[in-house]
C-alpha cells in the first residue's frame, strides 16, 4: 500500500544519502542555511487548505547535471553525489559551496515522473562572477532566468512524496493561476542524517504572462 511505499521510499533515500554523507565528510562539505545560499522576496498564501509561499529568485548562475533514459531511483544517487563533490571542493579552486538541491522533474501526463532528470544547485553570491570550473565534465556551470515559484513543504524528497506535494500544490493553486505543467522542482535544503525539522519543498514554476 502507499504506506508502505512511503515508508520504503524514505528508508531507501536515507541509506543513498548516508553513503553520501560520509563522503562529503571527506570532501569537507559546507551547509548553511537557505538565507545564507539564496536572495528572495516571499510572500505567504493559504488556499484550500494549504500553506504555501510564492518567491520571487533572481537570475543566477547554478551547477547542474543532467540524465535522459533512466528512472529516478536509478540515478538520482549519482547525480547529487557529482554535485556533492562539486560543492566539497572537487573544483578548479577547490571550493566548498553550500545547499540547497534543486531537482527538476518533467512529469506525464499522469503525474509519473518520466525518464528525465536535472539536478542543480545554485552558486552562493560570493562566486557568482567568478565560478569554480568543476573538474568533472558533466557537470555544467549555466546562466538561469529569473523566476517565480509557489513553494510547499515536504518532509523527504521520495517519489511518492514528491508527486503527493505536486498535486496537493497544483490543486490549492487551480485551473486559474498560470504555471508550468511540463516540469516542476523539489528541493532539499539539510543534511542527510538531519533527523527532525527537515525543510525539503516542492516548487512549481509560475507561467510567465
Same mark, same amino acid.
Given at each position: ?30 551547509? %548553511? ?6 536572495? %528572495?522576496?516571499?510572500?505567504? *498564501? ?11 529568485? *533572481? ?133 542527510? %542524517? ?13 507561467? *510567465?504572462?
Amino acid at each position: 500500500n502507499n504506506y508502505v511505499s512511503e515508508k520504503c521510499g524514505v528508508l531507501l533515500f536515507l541509506g543513498s544519502l548516508t553513503a553520501l554523507f560520509l563522503q562529503m565528510q571527506y570532501f569537507r562539505c559546507v551547509f %548553511l542555511p537557505a538565507s545564507h545560499v539564496l536572495t %528572495l522576496t516571499y510572500q505567504s *498564501d493559504r488556499t484550500n487548505g494549504v500553506g504555501f509561499e510564492v518567491r520571487r529568485y *533572481d537570475a543566477a548562475k547554478y551547477a547542474a547535471v543532467y540524465s535522459e533514459g533512466r528512472t529516478y531511483e536509478q540515478v538520482i544517487g549519482e547525480l547529487v553525489r557529482k554535485l556533492l563533490t562539486y560543492i566539497g571542493g572537487n573544483n578548479e579552486q577547490a571550493m566548498g559551496i553550500a545547499f540547497p538541491i534543486i531537482i527538476t522533474v518533467y512529469p506525464r501526463n499522469d503525474g509519473v515522473f518520466s525518464r528525465r532528470l536535472a539536478v542543480g544547485i545554485r552558486i552562493p553570491n560570493a562566486y557568482q562572477q567568478d565560478p569554480p570550473a568543476p573538474t568533472d565534465s558533466t557537470i555544467r556551470v549555466e546562466e538561469r532566468p529569473g523566476m517565480t515559484v509557489y513553494a510547499l513543504y515536504v518532509s523527504f524528497v521520495t517519489v511518492y512524496l514528491i508527486i503527493v506535494g505536486a498535486a496537493r500544490l497544483t490543486r490549492a493553486l487551480g485551473e486559474t493561476t498560470p504555471f508550468q505543467r511540463k516540469q516542476y522542482f523539489c528541493c532539499s535544503y539539510d543534511p542527510p %542524517l538531519k533527523p527532525y525539522g527537515r525543510r525539503n519543498e516542492v516548487w512549481l514554476l509560475q507561467e *510567465d504572462p
